[in-house]
RNA sequence: GCCGAAGUGGCGGAAUUGGUAGACGCGCACGACUCAAAAUCGUGUUCCUUAGGGAGUGUGGGUUCGAUUCCCACCUUCGGUACCA
């Protein structure tokens, strides 16, 4: 550190808290809605505000967007930069349950700790444009939002969500079928569902928080239970959620994730009757072409019919299945069985083709959820059905081979397509004109017809839970739901005692009586509140919306905001809400346009991932049973158990031995190492960090130790920002050492001040005017790292001429701003500005100073490098074969063989095959 | 299993349209300054080499005058997904 206290002209640390308050005091960074300039909507995904704080990690997209926003307005772009916290979710409730700490103010707290990490970053947000997902002002719009959901069917003449009045009802319904008629409808309706149900917490648990049948936090056990449920009906927006996606420019990757999520398949719904019955059960298959091969049927356990056709003899055997069917969480029934189970019901279906009698049976391969919970399995052309078929000795039959002839040893199913067998009048047809063929024959005989299936599912929207916008519904006494009334809004969750939820599965708010009882302000009659609340993803799902206009209190935004200011024209955020996050928004957007609020039909217009900052875990290594602690290499010798150690205890893999005794000293063990060479080597892992891996390294130390600018300059200089890369501070010097050097080009070797008026010769020109248009080319494709390392060259060469000039100076201190915002308005105000250097344009660049009048060749025999040599740009190509062929060192190269070839390719390179 | 991303020096990485592979930075080595160390500055730094060269971007093949870049097959790592009929 000795070296940063000898810099002592380069005060980095006055600098930033200098600016750092200007900045804050002038209110530098407001919004400004010029109306002659574009727009530019820049966004960040925004944070959960978690108790332990902002590591390096975080900072890693703040820093890019603030790049570019920095350079928009510099560019003369109205830029719109805000930041957030999507404040209500399960870590806050959690918490409160084990402390009795109020969410509210835990989060409270936890965003103001936020904001203090931020802002030394140096960050250009505009705060007043501030949103907090959990505050009454802003959920309010969340619930208003909600109720249009309520209030809206999906048209599907018109494609779109109207509002639930256009809806044409049955004239024939009394009230109560008509209430039930709309709810078939709504956008938002409740169901019964299973979910994830964990006792001990009380409450419902997302998907993504059960891990291995036992709930994330806690690790308590989690059962699937069916529970009325909330939901929105985004499958009603499947084939926009796909076909709006191409005119996005996000990375494929993130498209094709979310094309697969929603899982469009195309095929055809056949009916097979029950033989001996009226019944008929449907199935969905993407293959009709193998109707013929259908030897058996399969029903989901939960199939509706099943205990209606199962034989007597039959139904002990099969309910015991579908018990033990039903104890089994998703993840037993598809991870761990991998061998096929199943029970024949006693029944048939008659297949309609050939009119031949096929057994049904029931078994978990076949989901509920998906498609109408029954399929036709054909064996020869499907390999789960292949294999339950051999597991239970049922026929196999081929029904389409690659040339049409039956195989002769059968081993597993051909899912391919080729020419029909074994399929009456059909055979000898290819299988993709047949597919069409017995499509239009199952619509003629009124049994089928082409059809499409989804993987998406209607989202579960209630939470029993404290901590999220209570949903804006009450129940009355007849057994009615009715909105609350708009103005009515928000509906505030009220102060609880406790936080748990019931035994029953009822949300704690269902204990707070005086808020569930009200009466109706529609009738004037006692009714309840809704109790549920609504997910975390809920709040995130409009934020960007609500930056626009955040203080207003009678619309969501105004019309002229979203006008102007949609669609987000860049938004940068981590990958792990490829899917989820980004869909919901979509949803909710797309709503939200149908019914006529906003005008743009996606909500983000680019999209950038920007890569994890992973950690590197250190490990001690225990001796099972005891306290003795054996050094990295001599592990193998003994059986350890592998332990996670506080990074901040270990340098270059050595553990501080005091250190680590110190920090388990409360509790009460002798340890003892095993050392080599009089030293404990920790092992070590790359890993995501987290608090529990104890390898967080937050930003706080290092801005103390070498400033905010480096630390910015350094994120970025690590790699490609959508790559991930593990944590280390090795480079961090490098960096340093460039913004002292910067800082050097406008100071004599004492520290003072000195910057010429001298004119520039062409080639400090050259320089600078090359370094101003790489940067601005990498900004523009967000190549930051390779920005910084054009830097680096410019300062090197500026360094070598001894450069001092104000004409060459000044404009990299503009465009070295967004970068570095601190030092760029310091020397901005050495330099003798009364304005700041974030409000000036960006230096444009000039081509004559680029302009080559020769170039050096690369000669190359063969394609191997043999020579350099310069020739004018203009010159001739036979004049240049001439003189390389005259070189001495190509003569030597090719003495005696004539070149076949000369490939001159200008302002690139010079081949010759000989 | 399926889908996706990626494999380049000791390390992070660069090469934007098929045209000098290894920019820039770290580290390392040597030198200058210093009583010395640190810091700073300078020089060098892909590997092999018999010093002529040769090899080289995960592996093997292909297209091309020329391939990190395009095509085929395979290997490894990371991420997503999980019987979706």
């Not at 990958?575 to 996606?602: N, S």
Request: glycine share 6%.
């Amino acid at each position: 550190m000795n070296h940063i206290l000898k810099m002592a002209e380069f005060k980095f640390a006055d600098i930033e808290k200098k600016w750092q308050k200007y900045w804050l005091e002038k209110d530098i960074y407001k919004t400004k809605t010029d109306k002659d300039k574009p727009k530019y909507y820049i966004l960040d995904m925004f944070p959960y505000p978690s108790g332990q704080g902002l590591h390096v990690g975080h900072p890693l997209g703040y820093i890019a967007t603030d790049i570019v926003a920095r350079y928009k307005r510099m560019k003369g772009f109205n830029v719109l930069h805000p930041m957030g916290f999507d404040s209500f979710g399960l870590p806050a409730e959690q918490y409160a349950i084990e402390t009795g700490r109020h969410p509210a103010d835990t989060t409270r707290e936890n965003i103001e700790r936020f904001k203090e990490q931020l802002s030394v970053l140096g960050f250009s947000y505009d705060w007043s444009k501030e949103v907090r997902t959990s505050e009454p002002d802003y959920y309010r719009w969340t619930q208003w939002i909600f109720l249009k959901l309520f209030n809206s069917y999906y048209d599907k003449k018109e494609n779109k969500a109207l509002p639930i009045e256009n809806l044409k009802i049955p004239s024939d319904l009394t009230d109560s079928e008509k209430e039930s008629y709309l709810a078939m409808y709504r956008l938002a309706y409740q169901d019964d569902i299973m979910v994830n149900w964990c006792p001990m917490l009380g409450t419902v648990l997302a998907n993504e928080e059960v891990i291995g049948g036992v709930s994330e936090r806690g690790g308590y056990p989690v059962v699937r239970k069916p529970m009325k449920q909330w939901m929105l009906r985004i499958t009603a927006y499947a084939d926009r959620l796909i076909e709006d996606l191409e005119d996005l420019e996000w990375p494929e990757s993130i498209k094709l994730s979310q094309k697969n999520w929603v899982g469009r398949s195309t095929g055809a719904e056949v009916d097979f009757s029950v033989k001996d019955s009226n019944d008929f059960i449907r199935v969905f298959t993407t293959r009709p072409d193998t109707l013929f091969g259908a030897t058996y049927m399969v029903l989901a356990p939960e199939h509706p019919l099943v205990s209606k056709i199962t034989t007597h003899e039959r139904r002990q055997k099969v309910d015991k299945y579908i018990s033990r069917a039903g104890q089994k969480s998703d993840l037993e029934r598809t991870d761990l069985e991998k061998t096929k189970t199943g029970e024949f019901t006693g029944a048939y279906v008659i297949n309609p083709v050939n009119r031949q009698e096929i057994p049904i049976w029931i078994s978990d391969y076949v989901l509920i959820s998906y498609g109408t919970g029954a399929i036709m399995a054909v064996p020869g052309g499907d390999q789960r059905d292949f294999e339950f078929a051999k597991k239970f000795n049922i026929d196999i039959t081929e029904v389409i081979t690659p040339d049409g002839k039956p195989s002769k040893m059968l081993e597993q199913a051909y899912p391919g397509e080729g020419i029909m067998l074994n399929s009456g009048e059909y055979n000898g047809m290819d299988s993709l004109r047949f597919k069409q063929v017995i499509v239009e024959w199952l619509v003629k005989q009124g049994i089928g017809k082409a059809s499409v299936n989804y993987k998406l599912r209607d989202w579960v929207f209630t939470r029993q839970r404290y901590w999220g916008e209570p949903i804006p519904l009450i129940h009355t006494e007849d057994g009615k739901v009715v909105a609350v009334p708009e103005e009515d809004l928000p509906v505030v969750l009220p102060d609880v005692d406790s936080f748990t939820g019931t035994k029953e599965g009822d949300s704690p708010l269902a204990k707070v009586d005086s808020w569930v009882n009200i009466i109706n302000p529609v009738d004037g009659k006692p009714a309840k509140r809704e109790t549920n609340t609504m997910p975390q993803w809920a709040g995130s799902c409009w934020y960007y919306l609500r930056y626009l206009d955040n203080h207003n209190t009678r619309e969501f935004a105004t019309k002229d905001k979203t006008d102007y200011w949609l669609p987000v024209d860049l938004y940068i955020g981590g990958a792990e809400h490829a899917v989820l996050h980004l869909l919901y928004a979509r949803f909710w957007h797309k709503v939200l346009y149908d019914l006529g609020y906003i005008q743009q039909k996606e909500p983000f217009k680019k999209l950038i991932n920007q890569g994890m900052i992973q950690g590197r875990s250190s490990f001690v290594y225990r001796i099972k049973g005891t306290n003795k602690y054996v050094s990295y290499n001599l592990k193998n010798e003994h059986e350890v158990d592998a332990i996670h150690v506080d990074i901040n205890l270990v340098k270059d893999d050595m553990l501080d031995i005091e250190a680590f005794k110190k920090s388990r000293s409360g509790k009460q063990e002798v340890v003892e190492f095993i050392l080599e060479d009089g030293k404990y080597i920790c092992g070590h892992e790359i890993e995501k960090m987290s608090k529990s891996l104890l390898n967080v390294v937050t930003p706080d130390a290092i801005i103390e130790k070498y400033g905010a600018d480096t630390f910015r300059l350094y994120e970025m200089f690590l790699g490609p920002l959508e790559q991930s890369k593990p944590w280390n501070t090795n480079g961090i010097d490098g960096v340093f050492k460039f913004l002292r050097k910067f800082w050097n080009l406008f100071h004599d070797a004492h520290g003072i001040f000195e910057v010429s008026d001298e004119k520039p010769t062409v080639n400090e020109f050259k320089i600078a005017h090359k370094t101003i248009k790489k940067v601005q080319e990498d900004i523009e494709r967000l190549s930051f790292n390779t920005a910084v390392s054009a830097f680096m060259i410019c300062v090197n060469e500026l360094t070598a001429t001894k450069c001092h000039k104000r004409e060459i100076l000044e404009p990299l201190v503009i465009a070295l701003s967004p970068f570095a915002p601190h030092m760029a308005e310091e020397l901005w105000e050495k330099l003798g500005h009364s304005s700041t250097v974030t409000g000036s344009d960006f230096p444009s660049y000039n081509e004559e100073y680029l302009r080559e009048d020769t170039h050096e060749y690369p000669i190359s025999i063969n394609g191997k490098l043999r020579a350099k040599m310069t020739f004018a740009l203009d010159m001739p190509n036979d004049d240049i074969e001439k003189q390389v062929l005259a070189n001495e060192v190509i003569k030597k190269w090719t003495e005696g063989k004539t070149p076949k070839k000369v490939i001159i390719v200008p302002r690139r390179i010079v081949n010759i095959v000989v």
